[in-house]
């Protein structure tokens, strides 16, 4: 699987757009970016997934660049219920379930 | 639809004992994997069964073992604690159907190890 890279950690004020970014550079053509995040000492939450296209849905924007090199999760609104580790996995079609997690972005919600 | 559920929550044994760990998954889904997760290595994967097999395993010595059953719902079996093990184990379901497969994760089991 691909390695990914994300800052340790990142602030951001309530009410503003959370801008997570992770790096990819070695992702293959079928390897799918997914984000996950975990609240402290629960089960990580499927945020979002794309392969190429960025993708929205009700919690956050997924923009990956042309090249497939990195991409951004965006949470639009922030709130402090955001606040959790964020983690960017590349993950290849034919192995669904063995997810490989990096140790994430801790985003850190303030009022 | 009920999510993935995960029994016991908290669960206390010594070294050398054994333990049991029960995951049900998301009601349609046939794919169950378990993670450890640990403050020194993170987030990491155990294995997965599919249709009562074993269909991916991580880097894990063969004290860790697993099994799933017919209704899908799947147990974990630790044996010969050791105090490493002290962690969170997770369960994970999806249909196992592969393309865009999205996994949903139970709470977790937290096992400490005196």
């Known amino acids: 699987d691909a390695k990914t890279t994300q800052p340790p950690s990142m602030d951001c004020a309530e009410g503003r757009a959370a801008n997570l970014p992770c790096n990819h550079s070695?992702?293959?053509?079928?390897?799918?970016v997914y984000w996950y995040r975990q609240i402290h000492s629960q089960g990580p939450q499927y945020i979002i997934h794309g392969l190429k296209n960025n993708e929205t849905n009700e919690m956050a924007s997924l923009i990956i660049t042309e090249d497939r090199k990195s991409s951004t999760l965006i949470l639009p609104h922030a709130t402090l219920r955001d606040t959790a580790v964020y983690y960017c996995?590349?993950?290849?079609?034919?192995?669904?379930?063995?997810?490989?997690f990096g140790t994430g972005t801790r985003l850190q919600v303030t009022l | 639809k009920a999510g993935v559920t995960q029994t016991p929550r908290y669960l206390i044994k010594t070294r050398g004992q054994q333990v049991t760990l029960s995951c049900s998954p998301i009601?349609?889904?046939?794919?169950v994997s378990w993670y450890q997760q640990t403050p020194g290595q993170g987030l990491q994967f155990l294995f997965e069964y599919f249709s009562e097999t074993q269909r991916n395993k991580g880097n894990f010595p063969g004290r860790f073992s697993g099994r799933q059953f017919s209704n899908s719902r799947s147990e974990m079996n630790v044996s010969t604690l050791e105090l490493g093990d002290s962690a969170l184990y997770l369960c994970?379901?999806?249909?196992?159907?592969?393309?865009?497969?999205?996994?949903?994760f139970g709470p977790g089991t937290r096992l400490l190890v005196l």
């Open positions: 994970a379901s999806s249909l196992g159907q592969g393309v865009r497969e999205t996994q949903y």
């Open positions: 996995i590349v993950k290849p079609t034919g192995t669904a379930s063995k997810l490989t």
């Open positions: 070695t992702i293959s053509g079928n390897e799918y």
């Open positions: 009601s349609g889904h046939r794919s």
